[in-house]
């Protein structure tokens, strides 16, 4: 029998041995957390390390380096970065069993998930407008692969969504989706909108808040792409996971990124179409990916709340 694998767990003692890579003595890793990539704590005497392997399949070695270029122009900005091995190279090949891997060592981003509320939303926000000032002016020989843009927000994750919909909610649901898609990208042609780096999944989440001062993380989404998306996606978040507290933590998260940095009415009126388009990539990533989510979710009551969601996010889409 040929047993096929789609995403190994690789051991923490293993691990270990990858570190010797790393002019750090490593004395202790231990496993964090599986998802679209894994992530190991490795602590040293003195230092505490992350070191993150990449999947098959999701990001080649070409989209990492672009992502290492732009965390390391943005070093210094509070941001967790790359450290080199002894040879110079960040990247470590690991031939595991579904194929190669690619594995990074990071600094260690001290404190904790910044909790929401009024005064750390205003810290989220400022941080996201420096980081976007920050990256106005990088660089990278590196491609990424895509763009934040409506192919890959929209149109990639439709091809993915559709016949999942069909299957369990019938035409009507497959039909909605794809008016409410067409919507967006018209809407969204008739606006000038600003483009640039973009961190591509900045909330909470990928971040730790120490003394006040709020370090970014998990740069796997970002990308060259809409930055009103980047913005949009804190406002997704507050909008699924705060709701009771919302509205003040939106305006003061707002409040913030406009302190560092102006937002065009173009891009402010975009906003609430690229919630959407967030709703829509987080589906099918998750779709696409059922070795990290599973599948016991696909169901009709998660799809229809769904279809809810993109008729009630987007003004006149009530009664598609």
Same mark, same amino acid.
């Given at each position: 029998m040929d047993i096929q694998v789609r995403h190994s767990l690789i051991h923490k003692d293993s691990i270990l041995q990858i570190i010797d890579e790393h002019d750090i003595e490593a004395l202790q #890793?231990?496993?964090l957390a599986r998802g679209l990539n894994d992530t190991y704590l490795i602590t040293t005497e003195k230092e505490t390390y992350i070191y993150r392997l990449y999947r098959t399949g999701w990001r080649d070695r070409e989209a990492i380096l672009f992502e290492l270029d732009a965390i390391n122009h943005l070093q210094g900005d509070r941001v967790s970065f790359p450290i080199k091995k002894k040879d110079g190279n960040y990247l470590t090949e690991v031939k595991a069993p579904e194929g190669v891997r690619y594995g990074v060592l990071f600094s260690y981003s001290k404190g904790e998930r910044p909790q929401i509320n009024v +005064? /750390?939303? @205003? =810290? %989220?926000?400022e941080t996201l407008g420096r980081l976007h000032n920050k990256s106005d002016k990088l660089t990278t020989q590196h491609e990424r692969g895509f763009e934040l843009d409506t192919e890959h927000l929209l149109d990639e994750q439709v091809a993915v969504i559709s016949p =999942? *919909? @069909? @299957? #369990? *909610? !019938? /035409? +009507?649901a497959e039909e909605t989706l794809h008016i409410v898609v067409e919507n967006i990208k018209t809407d969204l042609t008739e606006l000038n909108l600003e483009t640039g780096f973009c961190h591509g999944d900045f909330h909470n989440h990928n971040m730790h %808040?120490?003394? !006040?001062? %709020?370090e970014v993380f998990d740069f796997d989404c970002c990308a060259m792409g809409y930055r009103a998306y980047d913005v949009a996606v804190? &406002?997704?978040n507050l909008k699924n996971n705060y709701k009771n507290i919302e509205t003040e933590c939106w305006d003061a998260f707002l409040q913030g990124y406009l302190e560092e940095r102006k937002l065009a009415d173009d891009d402010l009126k975009s906003l609430p179409l690229f919630i959407t388009a967030r709703r829509i990539w987080l589906l099918g990533t998750m779709l696409r990916n059922d070795d990290v989510w599973g599948t /016991? &979710? %696909?169901n009709s009551r998660s799809l229809e709340l769904f279809i809810w969601q993109l008729k009630t996010?987007? *003004?006149g889409d009530e009664d598609i």
């Open positions: #890793c231990d496993f +005064e /750390n939303s @205003k =810290i %989220i926000g =999942i *919909l @069909k @299957k #369990c *909610l !019938g /035409n +009507e %808040i120490h003394d !006040g001062v %709020i804190s &406002w997704w /016991n &979710w %696909i996010d987007r *003004l």
